[in-house]
């Protein structure tokens, strides 16, 4: 095996193995390194693909101890937990093996261990046996992802206290479970839990959930949440925990301070970000700039300060999501094979998949007011969407919003069933820099949760014809 490569990938996530794949489709020689035994990073280990599994699973469940007595169906049904958990790893190992196999097909080195950048142009990997392997290149590429933000005083054993890695594989649904943060993973995993029968109460620090998302989806999501039984405590913070005989008890208060109480609960999901993670990577060592945040700082064609060393995902600055990361994989790769790699950081889609899901693209309303751009804004109701009553998923609405002047499409935000794949739609017309108008008279198949992007869209210039 040789040991130089025209590029090393450090880090086996969607930035990572994609970076690597596409270097390999553009002819160059690319070995990819990641410490964690399995291909995928966090999307595909611990993050995007076991959520999903357990939130499509336990919403199945909800809909047939819920929803199917409604439409003429009579069953009864129960949880059977260990092989929910074990179709989820079925799944996550399926997929991990898919990169190995991607790999094989591009002719990349998958390599098992942990890299450490000891110069320029120089990796060494220290395997599993920890022998050191050393790896020239002529570009190197961070790949090395994030990690749970930790909450000062509290140690999360995975078991009682957990962070969303043990929020996935919980041996027995907890009676009574308390989020601490009402963001992406509180609420997916939260929705989770709910439906496999916790109790579960959010607490947020902030006044609003979900921050950075459009106010009005945010209100409307809150709204939906609890009517499903979620319970949330805004404007609160948790100042300890204390593990007692029966569980946990937290001790809460309002985040600008006050009076004390305390929450008792089986499990408690610590879930208030991520941050980047280049711990004993050699960075210092090779002089790689951070920002205060410790995201590896880097222009916009993803090169550091360090000639020859590049960083994509979510250990630079950016959402930190699996697309972007695998955009930002694409366009280095290409940038290093001489083409001209770019992201359009205006268009990048973020879905809650909740149910119902929440997705958007673009400036929020707050956004474009802070800016001082005048904008019009069309809405739809799932209620009046024809698909929508015949499913029995009638929350939620579609909001377009665009240029008062041009009627370019400048965000889309979406509350509603099978959000995140009607966005796709509001993301290309972005992308080809679209218009309202050019949606609105678009044909739409019917009976499709679709029209209700077409209705939104026709709603912008007030001529929405189905409400
Ligand atoms: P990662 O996927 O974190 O991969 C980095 C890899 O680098 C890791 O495998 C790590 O082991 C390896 N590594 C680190 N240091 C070294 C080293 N020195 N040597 C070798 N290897 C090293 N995003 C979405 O878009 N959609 C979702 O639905 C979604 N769901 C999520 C659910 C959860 C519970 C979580 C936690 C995250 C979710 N995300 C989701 C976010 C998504 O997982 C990340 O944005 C994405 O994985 C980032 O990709 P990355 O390649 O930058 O880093
Ligand atoms: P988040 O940033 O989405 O939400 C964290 C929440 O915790 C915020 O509402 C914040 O105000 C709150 N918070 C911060 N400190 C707090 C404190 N001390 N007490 C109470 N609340 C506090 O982070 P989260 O949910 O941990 O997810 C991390 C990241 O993972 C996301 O930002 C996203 O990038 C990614 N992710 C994406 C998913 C998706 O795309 N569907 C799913 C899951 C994760």
Redesign the pocket.
């Known amino acids: 095996m040789a040991d130089s490569f025209d590029a090393i990938v450090i880090g086996g996530g969607p930035g990572g193995y994609n970076a690597a794949i596409r270097l390999g489709q553009l002819g160059l020689t690319a070995a990819c390194v990641d410490k964690r035994g399995s291909f995928g990073g966090t999307c595909l280990n611990i ?2 693909i076991p ?1 999903k599994a357990l939130l499509h699973a336990s919403e199945r469940l909800h809909e047939a101890q819920n929803d199917f007595a409604r439409i003429g169906i009579k069953a009864q049904v129960e949880l059977d937990l260990p092989a929910m958990m074990a179709q989820k790893d079925k799944v996550v190992g399926e997929l991990t093996k898919g990169v190995e196999y991607l790999f094989r097909k591009n002719k990349v080195e998958g390599i098992v261990g942990e890299a450490r950048i000891t110069a320029p142009g120089k990796v060494d990997v220290k395997g599993k046996d920890g022998a050191v392997r050393s790896l020239t290149a002529k570009h190197i590429i961070i790949a090395t992802g994030s990690d749970v ?1 930790p ?1 000062p005083g509290v140690t999360i054993d995975e078991q009682q206290i957990v962070s ?1 890695t043990g929020a996935l594989s919980l041996k027995t649904v907890p009676k009574k479970m308390l989020v ?7 609420l ?1 995993l939260g929705s989770v839990w709910k439906r496999l029968g916790s109790e579960v109460t959010v ?4 006044d609003r ?3 950075g998302i459009d106010l009005e989806v945010s209100k409307a999501f809150q709204r939906i949440l609890a009517k499903q039984g979620m319970t949330f405590q805004l404007s ?3 100042t300890g925990v204390e593990k007692t005989k029966t569980g946990l008890s937290v001790t809460v208060e309002p985040a600008q301070g006050g009076e004390k109480s305390v929450i008792e609960a089986d499990v408690m999901l610590v ?4 941050r980047p993670y280049t711990e004993n990577l050699g960075l210092e060592k090779a002089g790689v700039a951070l920002d205060k945040r410790g995201r590896v700082v880097t222009d916009n064609h993803y090169k550091t300060n360090v000639p020859g060393i590049y960083a994509v995902g979510d250990c630079r600055e950016g ?3 699996a697309h972007k990361a695998e955009d930002e994989a694409v366009a280095v790769a290409e940038l290093i094979a001489g083409k001209a790699g770019h992201v359009n950081y205006d268009a990048i889609p ?4 909740t149910f119902p899901e929440v997705a958007t693209v673009g400036k929020t309303e707050e956004e474009l007011v802070a800016a001082g751009v005048k904008y019009k804004v069309g809405k739809f109701p799932f209620t009046a969407n024809a698909r929508a009553k015949t499913i029995m998923a009638t929350d939620g609405f579609v909001k377009i919003l665009a240029d008062a002047k041009t009627d370019k499409v400048l965000g889309c935000h979406i509350i509603g069933p099978e959000a995140g794949n009607l966005l796709a739609e509001a993301v290309l017309a972005m992308e080809f820099g679209a218009s309202s108008e050019d949606i609105a008279r678009s044909c739409h198949s019917h009976p499709t949760l679709s029209e209700a992007v077409r209705q939104a869209s026709m709603a912008v210039e007030g001529w929405t014809m189905q409400m």
Do not use: H, N, W
Not at 180 to 186: E, L, S
Not at 203 to 206: T, V
Not at 271 to 274: K, T, Y
């Open positions: 993050g995007c959520s933000a909450l969303s601490v943060g009402a963001g992406v993973i509180g997916e607490i947020e620090f902030l959930i979900t921050p609160t913070k948790v879930c208030i970000g991520r959402p930190m999501l973020s879905v809650v998949y």
